[in-house]
């Protein structure tokens, strides 16, 4: 089994629809993130998570919001779809420490707003 | 300010030609971590390193090698004899511990396509 795993792989939703993007992880790691990949943009982050009770806005956190229900589990919502939110979003858990050890990211969800 | 700028957004090559994808960041703190990405199509990405600052370095893994220079802020990467395998995203990334937020900063990424 994948470190990081994200569901669903893929997606197509309609503009205005709830939709929520899963991420599990073994990796046994408090640190949490959500990024977002756009083309010619790279990957920006979302949001993060040190640990169940600390959740932290990135740096495009409007429209989106999530959840940390367990240590291994970070979900992330979008409440209200719309076009411009179609973007492959990665989840991703670091070690200890804010220096990017062993970072390791999910295989990401292809999200389509339609 | 921190950043990352990768100006290459495209290259193309022939296989077996030496291939160099240039990254240029920006930090004021003397504490920091560079990092390398490769994203081939099937989207996943896929770790190729992690640097220090206090380590200038150069590093060769097999046909990758890496180039860190600190005087130009850059951390370029070079792939020799490159083949079509190759053919991928790579995006240069960059952690600040003093951020406190254990993010990466990523460039906008370079796209890279080994003809045969």
């Known amino acids: 089994d994948a470190d990081v795993t994200q569901t669903p792989r893929n997606r197509i939703t309609k503009t205005g629809k709830r939709i929520m993007l899963e991420c599990s992880q073994t990796k046994g790691h408090d640190r949490m993130y959500w990024y977002r990949q756009d083309p010619g943009l790279g990957l920006r982050l979302i949001y993060y998570s040190f640990d169940v009770k600390d959740i932290n806005k990135g740096e495009i956190s409007d429209g989106y919001s999530v959840s940390r229900q367990a240590q291994a589990k970070f979900s992330l919502s979008l409440e209200s779809a719309i076009p411009n939110q179609t973007a492959l979003y990665f989840c991703?858990?670091?070690?200890?420490?804010?220096?990017?050890?062993?970072?390791?990211f999910g295989s990401g969800t292809r999200l389509t707003v339609v | 300010a921190q950043k990352v700028t990768q100006a290459q957004t495209e290259i193309s090559v022939v296989e077996k030609e030496d291939v160099t994808l240039d990254c240029v960041y920006e930090t004021r703190d003397t504490t920091y971590y560079l990092f390398w990405y490769k994203q081939p199509p099937s989207g996943e990405l896929v770790f190729l390193i992690r640097?220090?600052?206090?380590?200038?370095q150069n590093e060769i893994s097999g046909r990758y090698s890496w180039n860190f220079q600190k005087s130009t802020s850059s951390f370029n990467f070079t792939i020799t004899a490159s083949q079509v395998v190759d053919s991928a995203v790579y995006f240069c990334?960059?952690?600040?511990?003093?951020?406190?937020?254990?993010?990466?900063?990523f460039g906008q990424g370079t796209t890279l396509q080994v003809k045969p």
């Open positions: 991703a858990t670091s070690g200890p420490g804010n220096s990017g050890y062993g970072y390791t």
């Open positions: 990334a960059l952690n600040v511990p003093s951020s406190n937020t254990g993010k990466l900063i």
């Open positions: 640097r220090n600052s206090f380590d200038e």
